[in-house]
């Protein structure tokens, strides 16, 4: 089905794996422990000084597979079956010892969260060059000299000084770099970057990759690039392997990929997130009203709202955008009242909400719900999903026994989710269900107004895809205005019908989606859209040439 | 869901050696041979036929002099322990929810509490307080919820900060739904396990306080109170003293067994059902 795109493999072939099977063991509740295959018989080559982009959800055995290249099998997973040639020998023929002088020598590994992945008591320098002396490939002097240059490379600040400090002390952008120039120092042939933006922001992780791509360039180190964003990838990879359940599912150059996809998956991939969203004019008085909000943290002493005045209107949509930092999430806790503001006033239905949440009126607090990035953390993990929307139901409708049920099985029935989740916990659902659920019980309060704080960025595109739809569907039927939070443009295309731009705690840009999204543009929102991964090879340096500013996280 | 054959062996040890002093506690009277203060024969006869374990100092039949002991000991330890756990868990818990000034006030007080050594202080109240089994389960319960305050506590602010916590709070519910129903669930697993731990503590403590004179009164005795009355024959070569001293140590194994094997089984933190 997919074509091998370039020859047959030759003598400059760095990596060349061949029907790896990777097995894991799983205990499932109440059933007997089973083994699942996660990589069923794949395979692929790499030329020296290539990029191949692994793309796929979650699941799909990207990280999986990327891992196997240093014969690495994360928490418990086998490689059953195949050969991983590097260099010419299988690795995973070479012992423990044999595989420790490959690890950090010839292959490399940026992971997706250097935040984490960073021992924090240690300084930079010690760690950046920590396997460069390990392996005997340099001395100390000579290692920190070549990592001081590698960080010039990866333009970070201050070069020659930034190794002395402590992961803490940079930011989330700088560190994923410092973490490539970790992996560059001890000069690999191969390095494998597992989802190295998808943490950051669209304005730093546009630096971020010309940073890669520069470094890539310059070294002709090998790579192996994963991540779920196709657009991401089109701007580094030579080739591009699409990855589903496991499964290869197509294999070609960058451009055929995106260009002219020859499966169906890789076309839902490519096309994913055209939601046509037409915008609806605002008429009448605004359902919630806030009016030049200062809110800050430590009594005052940090500011991070400055005069926030926004205005939603009944079954509409406000998205509020901007970058991490800006005080988008602030925001919706100054309006949920968590965060009471110190100045400005939130009206609500034409009332005055009491600042602090513990004076405000049950019905205040039942009109306005919310929901909530991590999924996985916004529900309690002992309720089951009956309980976690039936709460809502017993708590502002004093609801029982069947009809309790009833109305939750109604309720599943609108997330497009059936009766059987109803002895669900919320570790035995997906992603895309759990975020379902916390929809459902948002709207088991038949509120007015739910705040959506970032309820698409942890899921996969095409999973957000989907509940993205359902949030528009719901809006429909149940006439609810939405406060959208999120830093992706392209969520607030398919959504919005206002948008507010956010930035250092001010509201820069703030009118009807067409207006905010038709220049002239101010510099902060031309950054922020021209940040915005397209689909397209050549559009990082195209972007990169034509910005006006600099990102606040840079 | 509760899987008999992966249960390992150490849990099972510790289980029915749990179980059985148990079985002593609860039916003492029932299965022992002889009453509690009655004397059957000779001071510190050896074992034989009639006396199983041999007579103590005064000669009372040792095992059922061990059976009542095993019942008071276990009587007050469980009840100490209740009271510890009820007392340290809900004021740790409100002081992690409600936070601020409360939460300042209970913990320094805790933290004066546990800075004078259990031990001294347990002597200090029990020689001013009248001997009896209700202060005596009063003192243990208080001193050792200092203990579980702390612990609770900390486990508490942990959850409290968490984004369900949060939800129920926008919900507008009440302490008492944000401490039982979404807190406690969660904290339980570290809770049960130190539940173990606290319970051997309360008999080692108790044993403690009974060998200084302190504990339960004569004529009843606890292992600790055995051991001290039957202390003086070591020195002849009569084993009477380190059979309560045994059950103790017994005591504390087993049931740290089964302590350990509930912290292994609950420790997968992803919540829902624990696996098997």
Redesign the interface.
Known sequence: MARRPTGNPNSDTLLDIRNLRIEARVYPPGEQPKTVTLVHDVSLSLKKGKVLGLIGESGAGKSTIGLSSMAYGRGGVRITGGEVVLNGRDILKLGSGGIRAVRGREVCYVAQSAAAAFNPAHKLMDQVVEATLLHGVASRGEAEKRARALFRKLSLPDPDNIGSRYPHQVSGGQLQRVMTAMALCSEPDLIVFDEPTTALDVTTQIDVLAAIKDAIRDTHVAALYITHDLAVVAQVADEIMVLRHGRMVEWGGTRQIIKEPRQEYTNALVSVNEIDHEEHVPKGTPLLSVSEVTAAYGGGAVKVLKNVSVDIHPGQTLAVVGESGSGKSTLARAITGLLPPQQGSVTFDGRRLSSRLADRPKEDLRQLQMIYQMADVAMNPRHTVGTIIGRPLEFYFGMRGRERDARVAELLDKIEMGKGFLDRYPAELSGGQKQRVGIARALAAKPKLIICDEVTSALDPLVANGILKLLLELQQEEKVAYLFITHDLATVRSIADAIAVMYRGEVVRYGPKKQVLTPPFDAYTDLLLSSVPEMEIGWLEKAIAGRRMQSAGN | ?LDLKRIPIGAWIGLILTALFLICALFAPWLAPHGNGEVVGDVWAPMSAQNWLGTDNLGRDLLSRMIYGARITIFIAVLATALSFSLGAILGFTAAVVGGWFDTLMSRFVDLLMSIPTLIFGLVVLSVLPSTVATLILVMGLLDSTRVYRLSRAVAVDINV???V??A?????GMGWIIF??IL??ALSPLVSELGLRFIYAVLFLSALSFLGLGVQPPDADWGGMVKENKDGIVFGIPAALIPAAAIALLAISVNLVADWVLNRTAD?????G?G
Request: hydrophobic share 30%; proline share 5%.
């Open positions: 869901m968490m984004d369900f949060e939800a709070k926008l919900r507008g519910e129903r979404e669930p969660n933190l992803k919540g829902g059902r696996n």
